[in-house]
């Protein structure tokens, strides 16, 4: 089995959103969460605060700024096993927010 980490891409400007619709989110983010670890292939995870700042070189400067790209942004993530990518990407197809607009990205950890 190898880790796999799958990125939750949402639109942060969406954001902040009524609370019971935010709650509805955490929930079916939680329940999957449940879910996976009932499956013994959830390792970690968590929600990710919407602001940010992206740090970078330019002509040598560090240069500390928001992050750019809000529109698909990470907003949560999942640390899971898996015996391979395909499989990775069939457990991340089960993602419960998709309905919301989210993307989700998955890449193994380690090289």
Excluded at 85 to 110: H, M, N, S
Aim: charged share 25%.
């Amino acid at each position: 089995m190898a880790s796999y980490i799958l990125l939750i891409r949402e639109d942060l400007t969406k954001y902040p959103i009524p609370q019971d619709q935010l709650n509805t989110i955490i929930r079916a983010h939680m329940k999957w969460a449940e879910d996976l670890t009932a499956r013994g292939i959830f390792k970690a995870g968590n929600g990710i605060a919407s602001e940010g700042r992206l740090i970078e070189m330019v002509n040598g400067d560090l240069i500390v700024e928001p992050i750019r790209d809000v529109h698909q942004g990470v907003g949560g993530y999942y640390i899971i096993e898996a015996k391979d990518l395909q499989t990775a990407v069939e457990i991340a197809k089960e993602c419960p927010t998709y309905k919301d607009g989210d993307l989700v990205e998955v890449r193994p950890l380690g090289a």
